[in-house]
T-cell receptor
Framework: AQKITQTQPGMFVQEKEAVTLDCTYD???????LFWYKQPSSGEMIFLIY??????QNATEGRYSLNFQKARKSANLVISASQLGDSAMYFC???????????????FGTGTRLTIIP | AAGVIQSPRHLIKEKRETATLKCYPIPRHDTVYWYQQGPGQDPQFLISFYEKMQSDKGSIPDRFSAQQFSDYHSELNMSSLELGDSALYFC????????????FGQGTRLTVV
């Protein structure tokens, strides 16, 4: 069963506008972590933001914020004041509680390709 | 700050050849993860090592093997390469006990021709 769902394969947004990328997840664990990564055309995987399941405040990192709604199992990424350099693939990922050390692998969604229009 | 180093960055191999990908984790990181990302796909977990022992295994073909050495660097060995093995291979590292993300290397782009 899909654990991370990103329903927007592609999005086009005007420069300087805010954009919300959707992510829903499925887990029976009480403790887990949610991540967003940016992958530009160069291929590298760039960490953007992290939200722990017990964090009461929504995570923020500069222009990035995570709209965490635990009851709805959603972890949407909000980018404020979008820039041309934000054009990239964005992946939502989840890390569940491992049984042992070293089992903290990430499960990724299928990604959203964001294109910023000048 | 030092990041995860992967080598080589690009690799072209012919079918049925072997390839070895290397990963040097961030200093003091004790866990290494390998992921495979096919064209247009999301990264898929292959295998992980904690303190030089295999700790978890995902959808890694039997033709692939990996290990973590005493200096914590890791190598992914791929034999009898197939066209479908063409992908971006990521290594990530993390430190136990720290509430941090896994830090990804820049990836090795393997092309099998």
């Amino acid at each position: 069963a899909q654990k991370i769902t990103q329903t927007q394969p592609g999005m086009f947004v005007q420069e300087k506008e805010a954009v919300t990328l959707d992510c829903t997840y499925d887990t029976s664990d009480q403790s887990y972590g949610l991540f967003w990564y940016k992958q530009p055309s160069s291929g590298e995987m760039i960490f953007l933001i992290y939200q722990g399941s017990y964090d009461e405040q929504n995570a923020t990192e500069g222009r990035y914020s995570l709209n965490f709604q635990k009851a709805r199992k959603s972890a949407n990424l909000v980018i404020s004041a979008s820039q041309l350099g934000d054009s990239a693939m964005y992946f939502c990922a989840m890390r569940e509680v491992p049984a042992n050390f070293g089992n903290e692998k990430l499960t990724f969604g299928t990604g959203t390709r964001l294109t910023i229009i000048p | 700050a030092a990041g995860v180093i992967q080598s080589p960055r690009h690799l072209i191999k012919e079918k049925r050849e072997t390839a070895t990908l290397k990963c040097y984790p961030i200093p003091r990181h004790d866990t290494v993860y390998w992921y495979q990302q096919g064209p247009g796909q999301d990264p898929q977990f292959l295998i992980s090592f904690y303190e030089k022992m295999q700790s978890d295994k995902g959808s890694i073909p039997d033709r692939f093997s990996a290990q973590q050495f005493s200096d914590y660097h890791s190598e992914l060995n791929m034999s009898s390469l197939e066209l479908g093995d063409s992908a971006l291979y990521f290594c990530a590292s993390s430190a136990q006990g720290e509430n941090t993300e896994a830090f990804f290397g820049q990836g090795t782009r393997l092309t099998v021709v």
